[in-house]
């Protein structure tokens, strides 16, 4: 699948800072998905985008869909200790079925 | 809420060794996947099942690997003759639709020795 491009690869911040990360990718997605991964779990879901410019919120959390289709941003507005993970973008690429990965952002917070 | 369930959680295999990996994804549901993850890497796709048939497949989906949907509630990975690289977690996800959001499973963790 196409390689998305996610950054940074990993952030140390305080508790109560806001948080951004990114993903690029060089082709059109049709959507983009972000999902946190704790140690040893699956990835559970986020945030799921389906339109390019949509503007999509849960909780602390915001996300993007870029105008252009091709990326995508995750905001976690003052943090907490239990954000810490691995943030992943995902996204499938014209009609297919494959969800595609971004490498995750390793998020730790310090209360 | 719903969720998808995987068993085991933990599968210890000698290499060359046949191993079944079991999930059931969630109830109403009509799209099944499989997913590995290499210790410290990214998620990757394996394959794709609708409709009774596999309808995606990856390049690390080769002839030694397998899906089946054997009754109206499991999905499961058949790895035949394990080799040590696949090590991994391996994930299993279900959507209720083509290109909807997938939601995953807490993975089984194959050790191959």
């Known amino acids: 699948g196409q390689q998305l491009n996610q950054s940074p690869q990993s952030m140390f911040i305080q508790e109560g800072e806001d948080v951004s990360m990114n993903c690029t990718s060089s082709?059109?997605?049709?959507?983009w998905l972000w999902y946190k991964q704790d140690p040893g779990e699956g990835p559970v879901l986020l945030i799921a985008?389906?339109?390019?410019?949509e503007l999509t919120s849960n909780g602390r959390l915001t996300a993007q869909f870029g105008i252009t289709r091709k990326d995508s941003f995750l905001n976690i507005s003052a943090s907490i200790p239990s954000d810490v993970g691995i943030y992943f973008c995902?996204?499938?690429?014209?009609?297919?079925?494959?969800?595609?990965f971004g490498k995750g952002t390793s998020l730790l917070v310090t209360p | 809420e719903p969720e998808v369930t995987q068993t085991p959680s933990h599968q210890v295999t000698q290499m060359g060794q046949e191993v079944i990996l079991r999930c059931v994804p969630i109830?109403?549901?009509?799209?099944f996947y499989w997913y590995r993850q290499i210790l410290g890497q990214k998620v990757e796709f394996l394959v794709s099942?609708?409709?009774?048939?596999?309808?995606?497949k990856s390049e690390i989906f080769d002839d030694q690997f397998s899906v089946e949907r054997p009754d109206g509630s499991n999905f499961t990975l058949k790895i035949r003759s394990t080799k040590l690289e696949d090590s991994a977690m391996y994930f299993c996800?279900?959507?209720?639709?083509?290109?909807?959001?997938?939601?995953f499973g807490p993975g089984t963790r194959l050790t191959v020795l």
């Open positions: 082709s059109i997605f049709n959507t």
């Open positions: 985008l389906y339109k390019a410019g």
């Open positions: 995902a996204g499938h690429e014209n009609s297919g079925y494959a969800l595609n």
């Open positions: 099942f609708y409709n009774n048939e596999i309808s995606e």
């Open positions: 109830s109403n549901h009509l799209y």
């Open positions: 996800a279900s959507s209720q639709g083509l290109a909807f959001e997938q939601f």
